[in-house]
């Protein structure tokens, strides 16, 4: 009886250590919203040279890293920035958000859209966007700049 009752007592403290552990992971992946992502997206790009039509790694313009961000997010755009400035409701500058678009006229003889930048913040009316110019590639700038802000015709939003 003895015996038994030290068994009973072994095998209870033996199993009651053996209890199992509940692990949580936290996944944060997907606690960012899409425009977070897309800018995201964009600043990979940063410093990337400026090629007309380019999409890649190797040289891209300004609507094609627009393009290719919201792409890499499974959003389709055109792939021009005339077409692109279609693509949503126009928004005043004091709502534009991050992820939205803007809009330029550069250049003398510009009669239409043919320059795009993608909204990365906007704080206290201090607008900074991503885009790809011809002599510097892929950049950020401050809308309150001097050249952008006289070249400045539209803002979107697309999200």
């Not at 095998?11 to 995201?40: G, H, M, P, Q």
């Not at 126009?90 to 803007?102: A, N, P, Q, V, Y």
């Not at 003398?108 to 990365?120: A, E, M, Q, T, Y």
Request: with cysteine; glycine share 8%; aromatic share 8%.
């Amino acid at each position: 009886m003895k015996k038994l009752l030290v068994l009973t007592v072994f095998f209870s403290i033996i199993l009651s250590s053996c209890s199992s552990t509940k692990i949580v992971v936290k996944n944060n992946k997907n606690k960012s919203s899409k425009a977070d992502r897309i800018v995201e997206n964009a600043l990979k790009y940063k410093g990337v040279k400026y090629k007309f039509g380019g999409v890649t790694k190797k040289g891209m313009d300004c609507s094609g890293v627009i393009y290719v961000a919201f792409g890499e997010e499974n959003f389709k755009l055109p792939r021009v920035s005339r077409d692109m400035a279609k693509s949503g409701p126009e928004i005043s500058l004091s709502k534009t958000r991050k992820g939205d678009l803007l809009f330029f006229k550069t250049g003398k003889s510009s009669r239409n859209v043919n320059h795009v930048g993608l909204v990365i913040s906007n704080k206290k009316g201090q607008i900074r966007f991503l885009h790809s110019t011809s002599s510097r590639g892929v950049i950020t700038s401050l809308l309150s700049e001097k050249y952008w802000n006289k070249a400045f015709v539209k803002a979107i939003k697309v999200l």
